[in-house]
């Protein structure tokens, strides 16, 4: 059931082609802006934060790629459970013989996919062909990259959807949203990679699970984590994961227990 709920939200963004076709010409000018940014940058600190400046443009062409993946500005499916808790209509989703946290995480996972390929392939394409990029030449960093990136994309559902349970006791979760917009935005290393922070709050940043979205899976894709490395990597990914999903059940328990339905 859940893999057919999964396909149902691939199927679901892929209806809107031309919405995808904006979105990636957004992403790519925002590449080139930001990749000419960067180049500014190590021109005047050449291996800041331990990336050559190949390796920071190729940052920069996978951050573009997984921002939409990662829902790190919103357009999940965050919105729509806000406002099904807003409205009420959330009780009648837990009628359903099937559980809420599970359904919307399948429907948010084929969601991420469709967005890795429709979203994600074509900036980085344009991206290696403008610029000399760091790209992987054997086949295991790719795949170690992707896992990483399947890893984040449960743990980014698992932080939106405890923001979207806040709707139960706040009623609207817009401000709820936006904070975790801009702590995603900030933690995750989109602005800049999270090695350039200084001290303390470079492993404060670190150490939150924004920075499993971005950060890490791009550190490995880079070569940055390999053998053992590799492994505690992936392990900072489940653990995270594994404490926000039982985090998201537990809410999710204390909030349905009684259900207020408005206007009724």
Known sequence: MYAAVARGGF?????????????V?????????????????WDERPGLGGYDQAQALTYVWLGQGLLTVMA????????????????????????RPADPQAWWLATDLGRALFQLLGRGVVPMVVGSLVFDLALPTDAARWLAFLVAVALGM?????????????????????????????????????LLPLNVFPGALGEFARALPWSALLQ??????????????????YAFQIGWAAALLSAGRLLQSVATRRVVVQGG
């Open 25 to 41: 010409f957004t992403n790519t000018v925002f590449g080139l802006i930001l990749a000419y940014t960067y180049i500014a940058l």
């Open 72 to 95: 790190l500005m919103g357009g999940g499916f965050e919105g729509e459970l806000i406002e099904r808790i807003r409205t009420g209509d959330i009780a009648i989703d837990l009628y």
């Open 154 to 190: 449960v743990v980014s559902f698992a932080i939106r959807f405890l923001v979207a349970l806040s709707a139960f006791w706040l009623m609207d979760g817009a401000g709820t949203t936006q904070v975790a917009m801009l702590a995603g935005t900030f933690f995750s290393g989109m």
């Open 216 to 233: 890490v899976p791009v550190d490995v894709f880079l070569g940055k984590h390999t053998g053992t490395g590799l492994l505690w990597t």
């Open 11 to 23: 199927r679901r963004y892929a209806t809107y082609r031309i919405a995808t076709l904006a979105g």
